[in-house]
Every structure is written in structure tokens, then in C-alpha cells.
């Protein structure tokens, strides 16, 4: 994993805008409608290689396929798993129970969108296996053969996976005795997805916002402790997971989750940092655009990363229309910096990611790219006020 040697690198959390019609594909096909494969494979093909272009014009560093051939960042490993089927209805969330109103307007607004939702996931019906490499293998060989044939450069490139807690969270388990057997059959089947990546020579990014949306979520009604028991239990899970994949080669992505709301109901990081510094990957990737956790980034001073780790910081919100000044960006990085300790173990990232299932981002996609240029030219700013390059 590169560190932000000369310069701060830039880089985001995955998802990106999918287009209009990709995504009517994967609502219909999340829906249970029939969909033509060969065009759902045509349309995502098509796309993958316009992301890659759309990220090297935005001067992204640390690039990815925009995960424009899966329907959701998590819900795709329905069909490279067996042992899923039906749905269920997840919780509301306790800031939205908190504030009628706002979640009046919040379920009006999903109500009108073509979208597939994270709150209406499978479940497991039977044993979770792997059902072989064949697919994420051929969303490797998709990405290499975009790369290629866009020329794009970047100084690395990602592929997303989700952490085993957020499909333990979000697919309700009506098969296994209990959480452990459940997470022991998601870590055995995530370690193929996780080593076919690494093996390929990408670097690995868990999607874990199960580390802390489900106190607010699965746990709003249960002491903390009991939250913080199922943090350590995945972290233990995940850490038997990666037991082939140097550290380095793993970077840790968690958040409140990606919508707006009132956030004050969220865990707060000082709570959950010690047990995330359990896990044995290289980086980890928090948010500090949004007004609810910009502040969080002090806790490094006092709560150090080990020696060998970096921060992905976010500095651009993923859920506003506004563009970030390059200014304020560089200001949010030289003040994460400065607490980490070692500007060279910052990379400038995105709080989330901009469509984390196909049709649920907020931001225009224009937009998207208005605010990735505007973090790399704040990156600029704040590496040459930082003594980089």
C-alpha cells in the first residue's frame, strides 16, 4: 500500500454514479424481474470503462471499478454465495424513530426513486458456501481489461468487499443456531472473494459500516457493551478471514452510514477505535467531511495508529451537492495531518461512496466529479503547505 510520499495521494470509497440504464437493469433484476444477461454484461462493461476514465480525468490516484457491475456494495455476494433467498424488512434507524417528520420525508423520497434498497436484503435460508471464483474473477479480468484499453494511470488500484458483520447484520439469519456459526460460514466464503483480489494484485477494501451503523441500527435498543461485543466478534472474524493477506494489502473502510440524516444517534468513534485497532490491515478509511464526526480526527493524537498504518481521511462529503472548496479540503487535511503526526500516512479519500447500491446516491453525477477534482486540487494545496514534493 503506497503512503503519500511526495504528494497526498487521493482516493475514494468505491461506489460511483452508475448510469441511468445499468441501473434500471439492476433494480429490475434486484426486483425479481427478468433481465437480459448479455445486455446487463454489455451495459456494466460499458460503464466500468467509462468509470475508469471518469476517475483518471478527476486525477483520482487510488482507482477502482466503481463497483458498476454489482447492484449494491454488499448485496451482490447474493449470487456468488449459496444460502440466501427471500426478504425481510431491516429496522428503522433510531435517529429516523427519533424524528417523525424527518423520516416521513426521508420515506417519501425513497418511495420516489428507481433504486435498489439495502433495507430490504435477503436472507439466509440454508448454509452460506462459496459458490467458486468464477464471478469475481471475471470482475477482476473486467477491471484489468478496462484499464488497458482506456490507458488510465493510477498510482493503484481496489476492489471493494464487505466485511462479514454487515451481511450478518443485514441478512437476517434464519438458519444458523446462533451469530458464531453464521460468521464463521461468512468469513470461510469472504476469504475466497478476499484472496482472489489480493492474489490478483489489487488492494483489498473492506466495507465495514457494520462497526458502527448497527448501534443505531440492529443494537439502538441494547446497552453499548452488547454493541461493542459484536464489533470484537466480527474484527476476530475478519482477522481469520485475512490470515493469508499481508496487512498491507488491506484497507478498512467504516461509517455511521451513507445517508442523510440527524447522525445523533451514531456510536462515537472513541468508543469503537481501540477494538478497530484490533484488525490487522493497513489502513483505515473513517469519514470527517460530514458535521456529525469532523471532529473525530483529534483522536489520533491521542489514540496513535500503529507504526505501519495510514489514514484514510475523508475530506469531501458523499452525500452534498455542495463542491468542497480546495481550500477547505486542504485545511481538513493539514489538521488530520498534524494529528496522525506524518502527513506522508494521510490519503485524502470520500466519506463514502457517491451510489453505494444502483440508484441511491445523492449527489449528481456531475457533481461527483466536480468534488473529486476539487479534493485532488485541496490535496495539492495542502502537500505544499506540508513540506510533500
Same mark, same amino acid.
Given at each position: 500500500?503506497?503512503?503519500?510520499?511526495?504528494?497526498?495521494?487521493?482516493?475514494?470509497?468505491?461506489?460511483? /454514479? &452508475?448510469? $441511468?440504464?445499468?441501473?434500471?437493469?439492476?433494480?429490475?433484476?434486484?426486483?425479481?424481474?427478468?433481465?437480459?444477461? *448479455?445486455?446487463?454484461?454489455?451495459?456494466?462493461?460499458?460503464?466500468?470503462?467509462?468509470?475508469?476514465?471518469?476517475?483518471?480525468?478527476?486525477?483520482?490516484?487510488?482507482?477502482?471499478?466503481g463497483e458498476q457491475q454489482r447492484e449494491g456494495f454488499f448485496l451482490h455476494i447474493r449470487h456468488?454465495m449459496s444460502g440466501f433467498g427471500g426478504s425481510w424488512q431491516r429496522r428503522t434507524r433510531a435517529?429516523?424513530?427519533?424524528?417523525?417528520?424527518?423520516?416521513?420525508?426521508?420515506?417519501?423520497?425513497?418511495?420516489? &426513486?428507481?433504486?435498489?434498497?439495502?433495507?430490504? /436484503?435477503?436472507?439466509?435460508?440454508?448454509?452460506? &458456501?462459496?459458490?467458486?471464483?468464477?464471478?469475481?474473477?471475471?470482475?477482476?479480468?473486467?477491471?484489468?481489461?478496462?484499464?488497458?484499453?482506456?490507458?488510465?494511470?493510477?498510482?493503484?488500484?481496489?476492489?471493494?468487499?464487505?466485511?462479514?458483520?454487515?451481511?450478518?447484520?443485514?441478512?437476517?439469519?434464519?438458519?444458523? $443456531?446462533?451469530? =458464531?456459526?453464521?460468521?464463521?460460514?461468512?468469513?470461510?466464503?469472504? &476469504?475466497?472473494?478476499?484472496?482472489?483480489?489480493?492474489?490478483?494484485?489489487?488492494?483489498?477494501?473492506?466495507?465495514?459500516?457494520?462497526?458502527?451503523?448497527?448501534?443505531?441500527?440492529?443494537?439502538?435498543?441494547? /446497552?453499548?457493551?452488547?454493541?461493542? *461485543?459484536?464489533?470484537?466478534?466480527?474484527?476476530?472474524?475478519?482477522?481469520?478471514?485475512?490470515?493469508?493477506?499481508?496487512?498491507? =494489502?488491506?484497507?478498512?473502510?467504516?461509517?455511521?452510514?451513507?445517508?442523510e440524516g440527524p447522525h445523533d444517534c451514531d456510536v462515537p468513534l472513541a468508543d469503537i477505535l /481501540?477494538?478497530?485497532?484490533?484488525?490487522?490491515? *493497513?489502513?483505515?478509511?473513517?469519514?470527517?467531511?460530514?458535521?456529525?464526526? =469532523?471532529?473525530?480526527?483529534?483522536?489520533?493524537?491521542?489514540?496513535?495508529?500503529?507504526?505501519?498504518?495510514?489514514?484514510?481521511?475523508?475530506?469531501?462529503?458523499?452525500?452534498?451537492?455542495?463542491?468542497?472548496?480546495?481550500?477547505?479540503?486542504?485545511?481538513?487535511?493539514?489538521?488530520?495531518?498534524?494529528?496522525?503526526? %506524518? $502527513?506522508?500516512?494521510?490519503?485524502? *479519500?470520500? %466519506?463514502?461512496?457517491?451510489?453505494?447500491?444502483?440508484?441511491?446516491?445523492?449527489? =449528481?453525477?456531475?457533481?461527483?466529479?466536480?468534488?473529486?477534482?476539487?479534493?485532488?486540487?485541496?490535496?495539492?494545496?495542502?502537500?505544499?503547505?506540508?513540506?510533500?514534493?
Amino acid at each position: 500500500m503506497r503512503r503519500s510520499e511526495d504528494r497526498i495521494l487521493t482516493t475514494h470509497t468505491g461506489s460511483l /454514479p &452508475r448510469p $441511468p440504464e445499468l441501473t434500471g437493469l439492476h433494480v429490475r433484476r434486484a426486483r425479481g424481474e427478468s433481465v437480459d444477461p *448479455g445486455e446487463l454484461d454489455r451495459l456494466g462493461q460499458e460503464a466500468l470503462r467509462w468509470i475508469v476514465n471518469k476517475q483518471a480525468e478527476a486525477e483520482v490516484d487510488i482507482a477502482n471499478n466503481g463497483e458498476q457491475q454489482r447492484e449494491g456494495f454488499f448485496l451482490h455476494i447474493r449470487h456468488r454465495m449459496s444460502g440466501f433467498g427471500g426478504s425481510w424488512q431491516r429496522r428503522t434507524r433510531a435517529d429516523a424513530l427519533k424524528y417523525p417528520v424527518f423520516r416521513r420525508i426521508m420515506e417519501e423520497q425513497l418511495a420516489a &426513486r428507481q433504486a435498489v434498497s439495502n433495507m430490504g /436484503p435477503p436472507k439466509a435460508l440454508g448454509p452460506v &458456501r462459496y459458490l467458486g471464483r468464477s464471478a469475481v474473477e471475471a470482475e477482476i479480468a473486467d477491471f484489468r481489461a478496462a484499464l488497458a484499453d482506456t490507458g488510465a494511470r493510477f498510482v493503484e488500484t481496489f476492489i471493494t468487499a464487505p466485511s462479514p458483520g454487515i451481511i450478518a447484520g443485514a441478512m437476517k439469519n434464519e438458519y444458523y $443456531p446462533g451469530e =458464531a456459526e453464521y460468521l464463521r460460514d461468512l468469513g470461510s466464503a469472504l &476469504r475466497e472473494e478476499y484472496e482472489a483480489i489480493v492474489g490478483a494484485g489489487f488492494l483489498l477494501q473492506l466495507d465495514c459500516p457494520d462497526l458502527a451503523l448497527e448501534r443505531h441500527l440492529s443494537y439502538q435498543d441494547r /446497552p453499548l457493551a452488547d454493541f461493542l *461485543g459484536f464489533v470484537e466478534r466480527v474484527v476476530a472474524t475478519i482477522n481469520d478471514t485475512l490470515v493469508n493477506i499481508p496487512r498491507a =494489502a488491506v484497507r478498512l473502510h467504516v461509517c455511521w452510514g451513507n445517508y442523510e440524516g440527524p447522525h445523533d444517534c451514531d456510536v462515537p468513534l472513541a468508543d469503537i477505535l /481501540p477494538i478497530l485497532y484490533q484488525a490487522k490491515v *493497513g489502513a483505515f478509511f473513517l469519514p470527517f467531511a460530514n458535521p456529525r464526526h =469532523a471532529h473525530e480526527y483529534k483522536l489520533f493524537e491521542k489514540m496513535p495508529l500503529a507504526d505501519d498504518q495510514i489514514l484514510v481521511a475523508g475530506v469531501v462529503d458523499s452525500l452534498t451537492n455542495f463542491v468542497e472548496h480546495p481550500e477547505a479540503v486542504a485545511d481538513r487535511l493539514e489538521r488530520i495531518a498534524e494529528a496522525v503526526g %506524518d $502527513p506522508h500516512r494521510v490519503i485524502a *479519500g470520500t %466519506d463514502c461512496g457517491f451510489d453505494t447500491s444502483a440508484g441511491m446516491g445523492r449527489v =449528481a453525477e456531475d457533481v461527483v466529479w466536480a468534488k473529486l477534482k476539487a479534493m485532488a486540487e485541496g490535496a495539492r494545496l495542502a502537500s505544499a503547505r506540508l513540506g510533500l514534493g
